[in-house]
């Protein structure tokens, strides 16, 4: 069994900084691109920040500049570090990863944690 779990969410003001990680446990022989993705209310799931397993990342425009995605391959952990935050970055984040598991394989979910920011 895989599993992703996410921490670091919270409630900060408008033009503070909040750091969420990401842990991926489990069964798991490797773990290839993990990303983060968020959904607000009444609105899709969307793309933040993705990143192989050699560092190669990219970002929704809406976020460039302000958020910085990074991992740790030895920890099967991805970060990411939220600058500048907006209110409009108020969401639901989840992690999602690409694993390769000793009993299942496939694209996994966490449970999200929620980003709350007040203007």
């Known amino acids: 069994q895989v599993q992703l779990v996410e921490s670091g969410g919270g409630l900060v003001q408008a033009g503070g900084s909040l750091r969420l990680s990401c842990i991926a446990s489990?069964?798991?022989?490797?773990?290839?691109?993990m990303a983060w993705y968020r959904q607000a209310p009444r609105s899709e799931r969307e793309l933040v920040a993705r990143?192989?397993?050699?560092?190669?990342?990219n970002y929704a425009d809406s976020v460039k500049g302000r958020f910085t995605i990074s991992r740790d391959n030895a920890k099967r952990t991805i970060y990411l570090e939220m600058n500048s935050l907006k209110p409009e970055d108020t969401a639901v984040y989840f992690c999602?990863?690409?694993?390769?598991?000793?009993?299942?394989?496939?694209?996994?979910w966490g449970q999200g944690t929620q980003v709350t920011v007040s203007s």
């Open positions: 999602n990863a690409d694993v390769i598991g000793t009993l299942l394989s496939g694209n996994f």
């Open positions: 489990g069964s798991i022989f490797s773990v290839n691109d």
């Open positions: 990143i192989s397993t050699d560092g190669v990342t």
